[in-house]
């Protein structure tokens, strides 16, 4: 989608880059154009490598609080994820503050697979495929941290209820930085957060979340009965709960108990419960996850052909979960 956020480069800027960070230059190189924030290209190199330059957002350009240095979360999700056994590209190179572009870049390996949004998947394929995404989150629920939040954007708590309403409380504050009218009025929807917040207490221990699981962030190999190939796109990632894991591989739906994902899950080790207060906690992670969504569209700029329809689905799902938790709590 296009976006405010993402960078243009000319062809002799990225063989300028790609020279500095991997000393050869580029043969080839296609725009990709699915993501929302970072500028993307998948780049063939002179020495037949094919590689991923992800290019952060003019370090003028400002973002949402979270958003700082966020490609800075990804490499480090990169470095925790693969020996944990969770597929993911390579990370080649990481750079940051670049003293020629300015910002941050990241060069990975490249894949062959193709992202599941794209692919054809029958029923008995997609019931397959999710049971593995609940083993692959499990294996990155696992890798534990020394604090709650977001470490890169400054956004963080000794206990997950402080780093978590200081995350909402950002956004919130991103809204009126922006502008934005939201859906219903900030002041209730911080009320309502705080009023409910008591059941983020039952986490104790800082996990490495995702956050944005969804098919289009996911990998698969292709041909018959295709795999999950790597998971994708961890900027978005936090240290918290790993109930919020299931939030965006659900995006505007429901988490059920029998959904493979969370058979998958399970089998890998990882502990799912079903009880009011964990429905009630991922109730917030789907209120701040549409929060997120509606309020990016502030630096972002999204062309309104495409983004209406996501703004429409965000803010009907951010009225149901504040209902949800008002009539909880």
């Known amino acids: 989608m296009d976006s405010r956020t993402k960078r243009a480069l000319e062809p002799g800027e990225l063989d300028a880059l790609t020279r500095r960070a991997l000393g050869t230059g580029v043969a080839a190189s296609t725009e990709l154009t699915d993501g929302f924030a970072n500028a993307v290209w998948r ?11 992800k290019l952060s957002p003019p370090p ?3 973002q949402l609080r979270y958003e700082r240095d966020l490609l800075r979360t990804e490499a480090m999700v990169y470095g925790l994820a693969g020996p944990a056994g ?4 390579e990370l080649l ?29 029958d029923e008995a394929d997609g019931h397959a495929l999710r049971r593995e995404l609940g083993g692959h989150l499990a294996r990155l629920n696992a890798v534990t941290g020394d604090v709650y939040g977001y470490p890169h954007a400054g956004l963080t708590g000794a206990t997950w209820r402080a780093a978590f309403l200081t995350m909402v409380g950002a956004v919130l504050a991103d ?9 219903r009025p900030p002041a209730e929807i911080s009320a309502v957060v705080e ?31 295709p795999r999950v190939q790597a998971i994708i ?8 709960d790993p109930l919020a894991d299931f939030v965006t591989p659900t995006i505007f739906g429901e988490l059920n108990e029998d959904d493979e994902i969370v058979a998958g899950y399970r089998e890998a080790g990882g502990i799912v419960e079903f009880t009011p207060s964990a429905r009630a ?36 799902d951010l009225a149901k979960a504040l209902d949800l938790l008002s009539a909880a709590s």
């Open 43 to 53: 780049l063939r190199l002179l020495d037949g490598r094919e590689v991923v330059l």
């Open 86 to 89: 969770v597929p993911v590209p």
């Open 195 to 225: 009023a409910s917040a008591g059941v983020l207490d039952e986490v104790t221990v800082p996990r490495l979340v995702h956050f944005d699981a969804w098919p289009g962030n996911v990998f698969l190999t292709r041909g018959a009965s």
């Open 233 to 240: 796109d961890h900027e978005r990632a936090f240290w918290g």
């Open 93 to 121: 190179w990481a750079g940051f503050d670049d003293p020629v572009l300015g910002g941050d870049y990241l060069v990975l390996s490249a894949l062959d697979g193709v992202p599941w949004n794209q692919a054809r998947v």
């Open 281 to 316: 906690r991922i109730a917030l992670y789907r209120l701040y996850l549409s929060l997120i969504m509606l309020v990016e569209h502030g630096p972002r700029q999204y062309p309104q052909e495409h983004y209406a329809f996501i703004r429409d689905l965000c803010a009907a």
């Open 60 to 62: 003028e350009l400002e």
């Open 175 to 183: 809204a009126d930085r922006y502008a934005l009218t939201l859906p």
